[in-house]
């Protein structure tokens, strides 16, 4: 068994996904990462991670942001690096694999294991990275179907989409020097470019059926990401329409939620992504809005969760993805909020 289960309260997620109370998404790990990037220290977390028993682990799924990848991630940045190798070790078997995405499937490993080649053993889990990437071109060849983690997701975008695709193929590019993830990190970001629509006032979004997405999680503010980071790689500036589209939501006061999967701190974290590609300097302007979102005690900051239902601490929709996206402004950081290691090394944006 796990030791005592619920360390955060967060999304109904926690309950509905397998170790939704323990992933990096809704769960506690998602606080171990959180605290230990922005330098916050808690006994009763450090006491709550220490406790975790790694047989327990190793039977979790293998997402970054759902289950092992991303969790080793935050182990290993706490310190507890036999632990975090180990799950890393047992993450494998990729050609029975068919889950393209960021968040549970091969996209996100793929991230993971490049993130912890800038660390030990680099060839051993850069050789797993590239394995991974012949998969993700026998998927694109195929054009595989996506299957999100959850009914309610969209299945394109960044994170459970064709554009974290992208995202992995850029940084594999970054790291080999190999043009043709490059070229295969073009080709499945236009798998999500075609759904792109601009309205009458110049904002760009992703289509969906009857209505357009501006959001990290399958909308528009996701493929910002990965279009900034193909694009300092080609060192060309090919899409500045679509990242200027991006760039006018921001302005708006309507957002379906506060959180930053699927909320305002997301497009907040994607307009300063892209005024840092544009070299315009730190705007916390933006910040502003999430004053339309957050309940104040006498000193505490409440974040309200998905659809406003209840208060959220977790990364996918409450206020530990929101304190990811400030401390990201304050470093002038990208991915503070993901589960990779050595972000500064592994994204082209921040270097």
Known sequence: MFVDERVISGDIRQYELNNGLFNILTGGFGAVLAFNRTNIQNEKLNEWVGNQ???DLLKMENGLLTGKAGIATSLWESGYFDKA????????HFKNNSDITLSSGLSGIGL???????????????????????????LLEKN???????IDIIPRGLINGWSGVSLFYSCLYKRTKNPKW?????????????TGKFDDYGAYQLEDISRVVPYLDGGSAGVGFALIELSLLLKDDLWREELEGIYKI???????????????????AASNAIDKYYNRGINTDNLKTLDLH???GKVEIYTPGDF?????????????????????????TNYMWLPVMNIKKVFESNS
């Not at 060839?123 to 797993?128: A, D, R």
């Not at 977790?314 to 206020?319: A, K, L, R």
């Open 53 to 55: 028993s790694l047989d």
């Open 85 to 92: 190798k180990h799950l890393f070790d047992s993450i494998n």
């Open 112 to 138: 993971a294991f490049l993130g912890l080649s800038y660390e030990k053993d680099s060839i051993k889990y850069l050789n797993k990275s590239i394995e991974i990437a012949n998969r993700l071109e026998e």
């Open 144 to 150: 595989v179907s996506i299957v999100p983690y959850d």
């Open 182 to 194: 490059l070229i295969l990190s073009k080709r499945s970001i236009e798998k999500d470019l075609i």
């Open 250 to 268: 921001v302005k708006s006061k309507c957002f379906y939620n506060c959180g930053l999967f699927r909320g305002t701190a997301g497009i907040i």
């Open 294 to 296: 957050l309940f104040k």
């Open 308 to 332: 406003g239902y209840r208060l959220s601490n977790d990364i996918f929709s409450g206020s530990l993805g929101l304190l990811l996206v400030i401390q990201g402004i304050i470093n002038n």
